[in-house]
Protein backbone atom coordinates (compact mmCIF):
# COMPACT_ATOMS: atom_id res chain seq x y z
CA UNK A 1 0.00 0.00 0.00
CA UNK A 2 2.94 2.55 1.05
CA UNK A 3 4.86 1.47 -2.04
CA UNK A 4 1.85 2.14 -4.48
CA UNK A 5 1.29 5.61 -2.74
CA UNK A 6 4.50 6.61 -2.80
CA UNK A 7 4.35 5.82 -6.81
CA UNK A 8 1.47 7.32 -7.29
CA UNK A 9 2.75 10.88 -5.69
CA UNK A 10 5.71 10.56 -7.56
CA UNK A 11 4.14 10.19 -11.01
CA UNK A 12 1.74 13.26 -9.92
CA UNK A 13 4.95 15.46 -8.95
CA UNK A 14 6.54 14.24 -12.71
CA UNK A 15 3.54 15.21 -14.32
CA UNK A 16 2.86 18.29 -12.55
CA UNK A 17 6.58 19.80 -13.49
CA UNK A 18 6.12 18.28 -16.97
CA UNK A 19 2.65 20.25 -17.59
CA UNK A 20 3.70 23.17 -15.76
CA UNK A 21 7.19 23.50 -17.85
CA UNK A 22 4.82 23.48 -20.77
CA UNK A 23 2.35 26.22 -19.74
CA UNK A 24 3.15 29.59 -21.57
CA UNK A 25 5.41 31.69 -19.44
CA UNK A 26 3.41 35.65 -18.33
CA UNK A 27 5.62 37.98 -19.74
CA UNK A 28 4.41 41.30 -17.80
CA UNK A 29 5.38 45.03 -20.13
CA UNK A 30 6.51 47.13 -17.73
CA UNK A 31 7.40 50.92 -17.63
CA UNK A 32 6.62 54.61 -16.62
CA UNK A 33 3.53 56.02 -18.52
CA UNK A 34 3.48 56.55 -21.90
CA UNK A 35 6.59 54.76 -22.66
CA UNK A 36 4.94 52.73 -25.43
CA UNK A 37 4.13 49.73 -23.42
CA UNK A 38 0.73 49.12 -25.18
CA UNK A 39 1.67 50.09 -28.93
CA UNK A 40 4.50 47.26 -28.12
CA UNK A 41 2.02 44.69 -27.04
CA UNK A 42 -0.10 45.61 -30.01
CA UNK A 43 2.58 45.09 -32.11
CA UNK A 44 3.74 41.93 -30.81
CA UNK A 45 0.10 40.24 -30.57
CA UNK A 46 -0.72 41.60 -33.95
CA UNK A 47 2.97 40.65 -35.25
CA UNK A 48 2.01 36.54 -34.25
CA UNK A 49 -1.64 36.57 -33.73
CA UNK A 50 -3.41 38.93 -35.72
CA UNK A 51 -5.02 40.46 -33.08
CA UNK A 52 -4.57 43.52 -30.54
CA UNK A 53 -4.40 43.71 -26.83
CA UNK A 54 -5.32 47.30 -25.88
CA UNK A 55 -6.31 50.88 -27.82
CA UNK A 56 -3.56 53.47 -28.43
CA UNK A 57 -3.61 56.72 -26.92
CA UNK A 58 -1.00 59.94 -26.56
CA UNK A 59 -2.96 60.36 -23.12
CA UNK A 60 -0.98 59.53 -20.23
CA UNK A 61 -2.29 56.44 -18.35
CA UNK A 62 -5.03 54.68 -21.09
CA UNK A 63 -4.30 52.00 -19.66
CA UNK A 64 -5.74 51.68 -16.47
CA UNK A 65 -6.20 47.84 -16.05
CA UNK A 66 -3.35 44.86 -16.42
CA UNK A 67 -4.38 43.36 -20.29
CA UNK A 68 -3.37 39.96 -21.30
CA UNK A 69 -2.93 38.38 -24.28
CA UNK A 70 -2.82 34.70 -24.18
CA UNK A 71 -0.94 31.81 -26.08
CA UNK A 72 1.38 34.04 -28.00
CA UNK A 73 3.38 31.83 -30.09
CA UNK A 74 6.53 33.09 -31.48
CA UNK A 75 8.88 31.34 -33.98
CA UNK A 76 12.50 31.81 -34.08
CA UNK A 77 15.14 30.08 -35.35
CA UNK A 78 13.29 26.67 -35.89
CA UNK A 79 11.65 26.85 -32.47
CA UNK A 80 8.71 27.92 -30.87
CA UNK A 81 8.32 29.93 -27.53
CA UNK A 82 4.39 30.71 -26.70
CA UNK A 83 4.02 33.35 -23.85
CA UNK A 84 1.55 35.63 -22.40
CA UNK A 85 1.48 39.00 -22.45
CA UNK A 86 0.26 40.93 -20.16
CA UNK A 87 -0.01 44.92 -20.41
CA UNK A 88 0.26 46.87 -17.69
CA UNK A 89 -0.73 50.02 -16.14
CA UNK A 90 2.28 52.64 -16.57
CA UNK A 91 3.84 53.42 -12.67
CA UNK A 92 4.28 56.68 -11.22
CA UNK A 93 4.43 58.05 -8.11
CA UNK A 94 1.49 60.27 -8.34
CA UNK A 95 -1.51 60.08 -10.70
CA UNK A 96 -2.44 63.82 -10.91
CA UNK A 97 -6.07 64.12 -12.76
CA UNK A 98 -4.70 67.16 -13.87
CA UNK A 99 -2.78 65.85 -16.57
CA UNK A 100 -6.70 64.48 -17.92
CA UNK A 101 -7.61 67.91 -17.90
CA UNK A 102 -4.53 68.98 -20.56
CA UNK A 103 -6.21 66.59 -22.75
CA UNK A 104 -9.47 68.51 -23.10
CA UNK A 105 -11.36 65.66 -20.78
CA UNK A 106 -13.32 66.95 -18.30
CA UNK A 107 -12.75 67.48 -14.45
CA UNK A 108 -15.18 64.57 -13.76
CA UNK A 109 -13.81 61.88 -15.58
CA UNK A 110 -10.35 63.30 -15.08
CA UNK A 111 -10.78 62.83 -11.31
CA UNK A 112 -12.21 59.02 -12.65
CA UNK A 113 -9.55 57.98 -14.56
CA UNK A 114 -6.84 59.15 -12.37
CA UNK A 115 -8.51 57.32 -9.49
CA UNK A 116 -9.14 54.27 -11.89
CA UNK A 117 -4.84 54.62 -12.54
CA UNK A 118 -3.73 54.50 -9.16
CA UNK A 119 -5.89 51.35 -8.96
CA UNK A 120 -3.66 50.53 -11.74
CA UNK A 121 -0.72 50.79 -10.73
CA UNK A 122 -0.86 48.92 -7.18
CA UNK A 123 -2.56 46.39 -9.59
CA UNK A 124 0.56 46.15 -11.62
CA UNK A 125 2.68 45.83 -8.87
CA UNK A 126 0.89 43.08 -7.10
CA UNK A 127 1.42 41.24 -10.89
CA UNK A 128 5.49 41.59 -10.61
CA UNK A 129 5.25 40.49 -7.31
CA UNK A 130 3.00 37.34 -7.77
CA UNK A 131 2.29 36.91 -11.32
CA UNK A 132 4.81 37.05 -13.98
CA UNK A 133 7.72 35.05 -15.09
CA UNK A 134 9.62 37.73 -16.85
CA UNK A 135 9.77 41.40 -17.56
CA UNK A 136 9.51 43.27 -20.60
CA UNK A 137 10.62 46.92 -19.48
CA UNK A 138 10.02 49.59 -21.68
CA UNK A 139 11.36 53.31 -21.92
CA UNK A 140 11.12 56.15 -23.93
CA UNK A 141 14.63 57.30 -25.06
CA UNK A 142 14.06 60.54 -25.84
CA UNK A 143 13.32 61.17 -22.15
CA UNK A 144 15.80 60.77 -18.62
CA UNK A 145 15.76 57.07 -17.53
CA UNK A 146 17.27 57.90 -14.43
CA UNK A 147 13.79 58.17 -12.10
CA UNK A 148 12.93 56.82 -8.56
CA UNK A 149 10.11 54.57 -10.39
CA UNK A 150 12.22 53.11 -13.15
CA UNK A 151 14.97 52.36 -10.04
CA UNK A 152 12.57 51.11 -7.91
CA UNK A 153 11.19 48.69 -10.47
CA UNK A 154 14.16 47.16 -12.01
CA UNK A 155 15.20 46.83 -7.94
CA UNK A 156 11.78 45.16 -7.37
CA UNK A 157 12.41 42.56 -10.59
CA UNK A 158 16.27 42.15 -9.79
CA UNK A 159 15.02 41.22 -6.17
CA UNK A 160 12.20 38.51 -7.85
CA UNK A 161 15.26 37.17 -9.71
CA UNK A 162 13.04 38.13 -12.71
CA UNK A 163 14.23 37.69 -15.95
CA UNK A 164 14.00 40.91 -17.63
CA UNK A 165 14.87 42.90 -21.43
CA UNK A 166 14.87 46.46 -21.48
CA UNK A 167 13.60 48.09 -24.59
CA UNK A 168 14.75 51.32 -25.42
CA UNK A 169 11.61 52.57 -27.52
CA UNK A 170 10.97 55.66 -30.05
CA UNK A 171 13.84 55.42 -31.71
CA UNK A 172 11.84 56.58 -34.23
CA UNK A 173 11.53 60.45 -33.02
CA UNK A 174 13.88 63.07 -32.53
CA UNK A 175 16.42 63.21 -29.78
CA UNK A 176 16.06 59.48 -28.67
CA UNK A 177 19.35 58.22 -27.05
CA UNK A 178 19.91 54.96 -26.37
CA UNK A 179 23.35 55.16 -24.29
CA UNK A 180 21.46 57.53 -21.52
CA UNK A 181 19.61 54.16 -20.75
CA UNK A 182 22.43 51.81 -21.58
CA UNK A 183 24.59 53.95 -18.75
CA UNK A 184 21.11 53.34 -16.68
CA UNK A 185 21.05 50.09 -16.35
CA UNK A 186 25.09 48.70 -17.31
CA UNK A 187 23.98 45.32 -15.70
CA UNK A 188 20.73 44.73 -18.44
CA UNK A 189 21.17 44.67 -22.42
CA UNK A 190 19.76 47.58 -24.10
CA UNK A 191 17.82 46.58 -27.03
CA UNK A 192 16.58 49.53 -29.09
CA UNK A 193 13.31 49.54 -31.38
CA UNK A 194 10.60 51.56 -32.63
CA UNK A 195 7.72 49.50 -31.63
CA UNK A 196 5.00 52.30 -33.37
CA UNK A 197 7.24 51.77 -37.17
CA UNK A 198 8.31 48.20 -36.48
CA UNK A 199 11.87 48.92 -35.99
CA UNK A 200 14.28 45.96 -35.18
CA UNK A 201 11.62 43.83 -34.29
CA UNK A 202 13.43 40.95 -35.67
CA UNK A 203 16.10 41.52 -32.34
CA UNK A 204 13.12 41.84 -30.15
CA UNK A 205 11.74 38.76 -30.85
CA UNK A 206 15.24 36.79 -30.88
CA UNK A 207 15.97 38.20 -27.36
CA UNK A 208 12.32 36.99 -25.92
CA UNK A 209 12.88 33.83 -27.16
CA UNK A 210 15.89 33.44 -25.71
CA UNK A 211 15.21 35.01 -22.59
CA UNK A 212 11.94 33.12 -21.58
CA UNK A 213 11.80 30.39 -24.07
Not at 40 to 65: F, Q
Not at 154 to 180: H, R
Amino acid sequence: MGLLTGLRDSISRVTERLFSASDPKRIGIYGPPNAGKTTLANRIARDWTGDAVGPESHVPHETRRARRKENVEIERNGSTVTIDIVDTPGVTTKVDYKEFLEHDIDEEDAVRRSREATEGVAEAMHWLREDVDGVIYVLDSTEDPFTQVNTMLIGIIESQDLPVLILANKTDLEGSNIKQIENAFPQHQTIPLSALEGDNMDEVYDMIAEYFG
